[in-house]
């Protein structure tokens, strides 16, 4: 990893860099960015639950709740999201939390429901982000097959070879 140590990793991936990743879907969910499990191997564990507690502070405060989540819920709602899903890169959490955030998922009625962050994330994010897999793998899988198809050897030229070996 680029970043030598979580301080600096936390610094460079902190809550206002969300609006950025919301910007560029395709490198959120494609680009670089170290995977939640790694993040725990190349820190220690718990760095994940660590770097996500600051993200699950600002959704706190950005949507108005009024009843915060405490420290121990942060916790535990951040140990949640590493358990289940580890192996989503940092900025794919981040991108689902800047949505969250802005109501496409689900409203918080006075208070952040980690309940609710969980099954947004389970259901619909999950959702969104295989369906976008899927679509980047048929796209490549198209290009794969359009350069088989330009490289093809036509029918004549198929001919052309079986007489050669048929005469040697």
Sequence with gaps: MSHSNLASFCTMFNPSLQK??????????????????????????????????PQLRDLCATVGAKTKLNDDQLMQLAMMIRKEFGNYKATEIMLFLYRLKGGL????????????????????????????????????LDRERKQWAENAASPEQIEEIKKRYQTK
Excluded: H
Aim: proline fraction near 3%; glycine fraction near 6%.
């Design 105 to 140: 998922y689900c409203e918080f009625f006075g208070a952040v429901d980690p309940q609710r962050v969980m099954r947004a994330l389970r259901t619909k994010f999950a959702q969104e982000r295989a369906a976008l897999i899927d679509q980047r793998e048929k796209a490549a």
């Design 20 to 53: 950025v990743v919301a910007d560029n879907e395709e490198r959120a969910m494609f680009g670089t960015a170290p995977m939640l499990c790694v993040l725990d191997a190349a820190y220690g564990e718990g760095s994940a639950a660590t770097w996500l507690i």
